[in-house]
T-cell receptor, first 113, second 111 residues
Framework: DGGITQSPKYLFRKEGQNVTLSCEQN?????MYWYRQDPGQGLRLIYY???????QKGDIAEGYSVSREKKESFPLTVTSAQKNPTAFYLC????????????FGPGTRLTVL | RKEVEQDPGPFNVPEGATVAFNCTYS??????FFWYRQDCRKEPKLLMS???SGNEDGRFTAQLNRASQYISLLIRDSKLSDSATYLC????????????FGAGTRLAVHP
């Protein structure tokens, strides 16, 4: 079954700790994206990557970091510098085209205690 | 002005009703348009792409008006299972397929 997986589904973190969210896809998609969703708000782009070993900041990259060492994987690290990290994090992927929709993983719900 | 604006709702409608959502976008050079559906605490899923000529998929009809920069979604014969948040999504120019998401319109269909 082709798709996007994210783990864990729920994550609890103490203030001051870094945490890494996993995103894996077996759709052979070139581009991958990380979004954050807060209640009542639209998705906001954190980082995106068009090809392996290359990524760009989105609209709200401060306090986050990513890597793209493999085509299938695009992990997101939420660092202690992120002031308000409690949110629903969604990973998406798509083929390299300007007209294609994005496909989403099931999301990780991060709560900072 | 937000790049993509939607009425947040909620739209409370009885089963069988017809309901329409509108969405406006700010960048006239935007290239492609979509409606996504998001259930509570789940990921967004593509409902349909929106083409210039308009398109229909069963009970759902999407239309694009480039001159007025708005997109619409019409749902006929509403079902209880249609209850969800509907996200209007726009692909602006500039490449990289960086989609812009509206905050969503919530639909609640009741018996």
């Amino acid at each position: 079954d082709g798709g996007i997986t994210q783990s864990p589904k729920y994550l609890f973190r103490k203030e001051g700790q870094n945490v890494t969210l996993s995103c894996e896809q077996n759709l052979n998609h070139d581009a991958m994206y990380w979004y954050r969703q807060d209640p009542g708000q639209g998705l906001r782009l954190i980082y995106y990557s068009q090809i392996v070993n290359d990524f760009q900041k989105g609209d709200i990259a401060e306090g986050y970091s990513v890597s793209r060492e493999k085509k299938e994987s695009f992990p997101l690290t939420v660092t202690s510098a992120q002031k308000n990290p409690t949110a629903f994090y969604l990973c998406a992927s798509t083929t390299w085209s300007s007209y294609n929709e994005q496909f989403f993983g099931p999301g990780t719900r991060l709560t900072v205690l | 002005r937000k790049e993509v604006e939607q009425d947040p709702g909620p739209f409370n409608v009885p089963e069988g009703a017809t309901v329409a959502f509108n969405c406006t976008y700010s960048n006239s050079a935007s290239q492609s348009f979509f409606w996504y559906r998001q259930d509570c605490r789940k990921e967004p899923k593509l409902l349909m792409s929106v083409y210039s000529s308009g398109n229909e998929d069963g009970r759902f009809t999407a239309q694009l008006n480039r001159a007025s920069q708005y997109i619409s979604l019409l749902i006929r014969d509403s079902k209880l299972s249609d209850s969800a948040t509907y996200l209007c999504v726009v692909n602006p120019p500039g490449g990289y397929n960086k989609l812009i998401f509206g905050a969503g319109t919530r639909l609640a269909v009741h018996p």
